[in-house]
């Protein structure tokens, strides 16, 4: 196996332990039921191919399902909002571009999934 493949294997499952800490450290056993990874952007792009890898590398390394669901549109808005309407168990992932959380919610007035709002 090149340097390469296994890095990005070691990557991907160092950023799955770290993405769902919070939910390995509140069950001793690791995750219990499918974890759902949201890509904000349509399927094919870079983001997609990153969350496809982290969905495959996660099911090897704990024998639990993974699934990837692409939520294009709104520039990310769509999947952001569903990510952050999802139960809070930590079996949701939102994986998308920092401008979602940094940088729209000063653009837009109102977001539906922000709970800041605008200052005017």
């Known amino acids: 196996m090149s340097f390469h493949r296994v890095f990005w294997r070691r990557l991907c499952v160092a950023a799955a332990l770290g993405l769902l800490g919070s939910a390995l450290h509140a069950q001793n056993d690791g995750p219990q039921k499918l974890v759902k990874f949201v890509v904000d952007y349509p399927p094919g792009g870079p983001i997609d191919i990153i969350a496809r890898s982290l969905g495959s590398e996660f099911q090897l390394a704990f024998k639990q399902p993974a699934n990837v669901e692409n939520k294009p549109g709104a520039s990310g808005n769509i999947g952001a909002d569903q990510a952050a309407k999802s ?9 998308g571009i920092e401008s979602n959380v940094a940088v729209k919610p000063h653009i837009y007035p109102a977001m539906p999934w922000c709970s800041t709002k605008r200052r005017a």
């Open 87 to 95: 139960a809070a168990d930590g079996y949701t992932v939102l994986l």
